[in-house]
C-alpha cells in the first residue's frame, strides 16, 4: 500500500470520526489489502488525529480475542484473520469512572465490559518472547474497564475480509472508562474473576477473566510481542484493554448509565448524557 494511500486512508477514517459519520464505502486505494497495511493505516490515523487535539496514543485494546468472538462475525472467511487484533486509545477519551458523556458524541454508542491492566514499566524489545507470566512483573494495576465503541464503517457492506477495515479505523474503539486501581491483584486469583455489565439496572451479561484465553495476562503478552514485532513497546502509564467478557450492547438511548461490577476489583461506570 504506497504511503499516499496510507495518508489519504487516515484523512478519510479521520474525518469520519470527528463529523461523526458513518461510512458505507470507501475510496478503494484506501482499503489496505492486508493486516500490515491495516497498521500502517492505524498508525496514521492516530497521527492524524493528535494534530487535531485528541491527544496521542494513551494505551490500547484488544479485540477479536476469542474463538467465539471471531465466530460471531464470520470467521476466518469474513474476517481475514484468526487471531486476536489490537489497535490504540486516544488520551483524550481514556476517562476514569464515574464518567458522563454528550451521546451525541457518537455515531451511534456501543459498550462492552472488560478488564483491564496499567502498565508500571516500559518493557524492554529484549524481554520478548512474553508469556503471561513475564508480563506481569510490568503490571502496576487491574482495573474494572468499559470500551466505548462506535461503528464508524458499515463493515457489512464492505467485502471481506473485514479485520483489516476494523484494524485500520482503529478497531471501532471511541475510548474508554476505567475504575480505581488494584494494586494488590497478586493476591487475587484472575482467571476466577467475575465481572457483569448492567445497563439501567439490567444485565446484559458477563463472564470470567479466564475466558480471555484463560488469563487476561496471555492476552497481554501477546500485545506485547506483537508491539515488540513492530518496533514499539508497552510503556509505563499505558493502559491496556484485554478483551470483552460480555455481549457488544448498543439498545441504549441518551441517559442511559452503564456499570461493569467485578469481583475484587470494583465498578466502573458511564452515563451517556
Request: contains cysteine.
Amino acid at each position: 500500500m504506497e504511503r499516499c494511500s496510507i495518508e489519504r486512508a487516515a484523512h478519510v477514517l479521520g474525518e469520519a470520526r470527528l463529523n461523526r459519520r458513518q461510512l458505507a464505502e470507501l475510496p478503494a486505494a484506501c482499503i489496505p489489502p492486508d493486516e500490515v497495511s491495516a497498521y500502517l493505516v492505524q498508525d496514521a490515523l492516530y497521527n492524524w488525529l493528535a494534530t487535531r487535539g485528541l491527544g496521542h496514543v494513551g494505551g490500547y485494546k484488544v479485540g477479536l480475542v476469542s474463538a467465539e468472538m471471531r465466530k460471531s462475525m464470520g470467521g476466518l472467511k469474513a474476517l481475514g484473520v484468526d487471531s486476536p487484533v489490537y489497535s490504540g486509545i486516544v488520551s483524550t477519551c481514556m476517562l476514569n469512572s464515574p464518567a458522563s458523556i454528550p451521546f451525541d458524541s457518537f455515531i451511534r454508542p456501543y459498550v462492552e465490559g472488560e478488564i483491564a491492566v496499567r502498565i508500571g514499566a516500559d518493557v524492554p524489545a529484549d524481554a520478548a518472547p512474553l508469556s503471561r507470566h513475564s508480563v506481569a512483573d510490568f503490571v502496576a494495576d487491574c482495573l474494572a474497564a468499559i470500551e466505548l465503541v462506535d461503528w464508524r464503517l458499515k463493515y457489512f457492506d464492505f467485502p471481506p475480509p473485514l479485520a483489516t477495515l476494523m484494524l485500520a479505523d482503529g478497531g471501532s474503539n471511541w475510548g474508554s472508562v476505567v475504575g480505581a486501581p488494584i494494586k494488590d491483584w497478586r493476591a487475587l486469583d484472575i482467571p476466577a474473576l467475575r465481572g457483569e455489565m448492567r445497563v439501567d439496572g439490567r444485565l446484559i451479561g458477563g463472564g470470567k477473566a479466564g475466558d480471555l484465553q484463560g488469563h487476561p495476562f496471555e492476552v497481554l503478552a501477546w500485545l506485547g510481542n506483537r508491539l515488540i514485532e513492530r518496533g514499539r513497546t508497552l510503556r509505563s502509564g499505558d493502559v491496556v484493554l484485554l478483551g470483552s467478557v460480555t455481549p457488544s450492547f448498543g439498545e441504549f438511548g441518551k441517559g442511559a448509565q452503564v456499570v461493569m461490577k467485578w469481583d475484587a476489583l470494583g465498578e466502573v461506570a458511564v452515563t451517556f448524557a
